[in-house]
C-alpha cells in the first residue's frame, strides 16, 4: 500500500496526516477532555453559530446548516438530559462533539469545522463559559456582601476594639468592621466586571492563527454568541489568555479577602477573644479531645486561598515566554482557572452560611474597648480641641498612659482630674464624657469613620453597588 493510501485511524480530528496514533497512555497524557467536557454546552453553541453563519455565506448549503443546526440542538439536550455521556477516551470535548455529528450525519457533519480551527475554537469555548460563569460568581459575591451587611446593620452600635499589630487600638464597632470587608468584596466584584468587558470579544474566525480564505462572516458570529465585537487580530486571538490571568488574579484576590476574614474569625472564635460564638452546624470536633469546637470552615476557606494564588502563578508561568502564535501549553490553561473559580464559588457560599449561623458577644466585645488605653487617641485630640498642637497633646496623652501602667491602672479614667492636669492644665472634667468607647465612636463620625449613622451610610453605599 503507498503511504497516501493508508487509511486514517479514526477518532481524532488529525488523523489524515499521521499514520500512527499515539500509544494509549501517550494520547491520555495530551488529552484535555477530563478538565474541558464542562465547555460541551458552549462548544455547541460556537458550532451552532458557525455553522448557521457558513450557510449563510454560501459556504455550506443552507439545507445542510440547517441539517447542522438541528443535530446540535439535539446533542445539546441530550447531553443535558444524561441520554447521551461524554466518551472520556476522546482526545478532546471539540472532537467528541464534531465526532458524534459526524457519526449521525456523515458528510453534514463533515463541513463543520470549515474556516475554523480548535485553536480558535476553544478560545470562543473558554470566553462562553466565563460570560457565564463569571456572573454566577459576581452573583455570589453579591450574595454575601449582602448577608454581612445584614449583621453589619444590626451592630452599628456594637463596640469592639479596633487593632493595628493585633494590639487593640482605637473603638470601632462590629458593623463598621463588616463593613469593610464588604468594602473589599465590592471591589472584588468591579475586577470581576472589568475582567468580563476586556474578555467580550470574539475569536471565532481566527482560525489556527492566521484567519481563513473562505468568506467567513466574524461579525455575524460575534453577534449570535452576544460579543460585543470580533477580536481584532487573528494571531492574538489565539495566542491571547490575558482573560484567563486577570480572571485568575480576581479569583485570588477574592480568597486573599476570604482568607483575612476567616483569620479575624478564627481569633475570635479563640477562648482568649471569645468575640464570636460559631454555630455547632459550622463548626468541627476533634477525634480525641473531646472538649474541642474547631472553627474549621474558616480554616479550610483561609487554607484554599494558597491554590488561588498558585493558579495565577501557574498561569502567568504557562504564558511567559510562549512564542507566537498558538502553542499546546496553552490547554494547561483552564484547569488552572476553572479551578480558581470553583475554589471561589464554593468558599463564598461556605464563608457565607457559617457568618450567617454564627452569634457575636457583643458584651464581651465591648468589655474589651476597656483597658489597653483604646481612648488614648481621643485624649489626645481632647487637648487639641483646646489649642494643643497635636504633637504636645500626643506626648501628653502618652505621659498619663505611663501614669497609669505604673499605677496599676487600666483606663484614662482612673486617674482623676488633679492627676490629669499635671500632665496637661487643658484638661476638665469634661474628659471623662469624651473617653468613654461610646464616645469615641460617635465622634468619628467623618465619612469613613465608625460613628453609628456614617457606618449606616456606608451600608447603604456598599448596598446601592449591588
Ligand atoms: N484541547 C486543546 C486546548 O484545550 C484544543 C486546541 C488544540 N489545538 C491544537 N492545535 N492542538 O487548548
Redesign the pocket.
Given at each position: 500500500m503507498a503511504e497516501n493510501d493508508r487509511k486514517p485511524f479514526s477518532g481524532v480530528l488529525?488523523a489524515g496526516r499521521l499514520a500512527e496514533k499515539p500509544e494509549a497512555e501517550a494520547f491520555a497524557f495530551q488529552?484535555?477532555i477530563a478538565?474541558?467536557s464542562r465547555l460541551a454546552q458552549d462548544d455547541i453553541r460556537g458550532s451552532r453559530a458557525h455553522a448557521a453563519m457558513l450557510g449563510s455565506q454560501g459556504i455550506i448549503a443552507a439545507d445542510m446548516a440547517a441539517k447542522l443546526d438541528a443535530e446540535l440542538e439535539r446533542i445539546a439536550g441530550e447531553l443535558e438530559s444524561g441520554t447521551l455521556v461524554i466518551d472520556t477516551t476522546a482526545?478532546?470535548?471539540?472532537s467528541f462533539i464534531e465526532g458524534i455529528l459526524t457519526e449521525r450525519l456523515g458528510d453534514a457533519g463533515r463541513v463543520v469545522h470549515a474556516g475554523r480551527?480548535?485553536?480558535d475554537?476553544?478560545a470562543v469555548d473558554f470566553r462562553l463559559y466565563l460570560k457565564h460563569a463569571v456572573p454566577e460568581l459576581l452573583a455570589e459575591l453579591a450574595t454575601t456582601i449582602a448577608a454581612l451587611l445584614d449583621v453589619a446593620e444590626k451592630h452599628t452600635e456594637s463596640l469592639m476594639p479596633g487593632y493595628t499589630h493585633l494590639q487593640r487600638a482605637q473603638p470601632v464597632t462590629l458593623g463598621h468592621h463588616l463593613a469593610a470587608w464588604c468594602a473589599g468584596l465590592a471591589r472584588d466584584r468591579s475586577r470581576f466586571t472589568d475582567a468580563l468587558n476586556r474578555l467580550d470579544e470574539c475569536p471565532l474566525g481566527a482560525g489556527?492563527l492566521a484567519g481563513s480564505g473562505l468568506p467567513l462572516d466574524r461579525e455575524a458570529t460575534a453577534k449570535a454568541l452576544g460579543f460585543a465585537r470580533p477580536t481584532l487580530n487573528s494571531m492574538d486571538s489565539v495566542a491571547d489568555r490575558d482573560f484567563a490571568l486577570e480572571l485568575s488574579a480576581a479569583c485570588a484576590i477574592t480568597m486573599t479577602h476570604l482568607s483575612r476574614f476567616c483569620e479575624d474569625v478564627v481569633i475570635w472564635a479563640s477562648e482568649e477573644f471569645k468575640f464570636i460564638d460559631l454555630a455547632e452546624s459550622w463548626s468541627t470536633g476533634s477525634s480525641i479531645m473531646p472538649q474541642k469546637k474547631n472553627p474549621d470552615f474558616a480554616e479550610l476557606i483561609r487554607g484554599k486561598s494558597a491554590r488561588t494564588t498558585g493558579n495565577v502563578v501557574t498561569l502567568l508561568t504557562l504564558l511567559k515566554g510562549l512564542p507566537y502564535a498558538?502553542d499546546?501549553d496553552?490547554?494547561e490553561?483552564?484547569e488552572a482557572l476553572f479551578d480558581s473559580i470553583d475554589t471561589v464559588r464554593t468558599c463564598l457560599r461556605m464563608f457565607r452560611g457559617m457568618m450567617s449561623g454564627a452569634r457575636f458577644n457583643t458584651a464581651r466585645m465591648e468589655a474589651a474597648c476597656t483597658g489597653g488605653f483604646l481612648e488614648a487617641t481621643d485624649a489626645a485630640e481632647y487637648l487639641v480641641r483646646k489649642g494643643l498642637p497635636f504633637r504636645k497633646a500626643h506626648e501628653a496623652a502618652a505621659l498619663v498612659v505611663r501614669d497609669c501602667v505604673a499605677a496599676g491602672q487600666s483606663r484614662i479614667a482612673d486617674r482623676t482630674l488633679v492627676d490629669l492636669k499635671t500632665r496637661s492644665a487643658l484638661f476638665e472634667a469634661d474628659i471623662y464624657d469624651a473617653i468613654k468607647p461610646a464616645a469615641c465612636v460617635a465622634a468619628r463620625k467623618l465619612c469613613g469613620g465608625p460613628a453609628p449613622d456614617e457606618v449606616r451610610r456606608q451600608i447603604r453605599v456598599l448596598r446601592s453597588l449591588l
Open positions: 488529525w488529552a484535555s478538565v474541558d482526545e478532546d470535548i471539540h480551527s480548535r485553536n475554537q476553544v489556527a498558538y499546546k496553552l490547554q490553561d483552564k
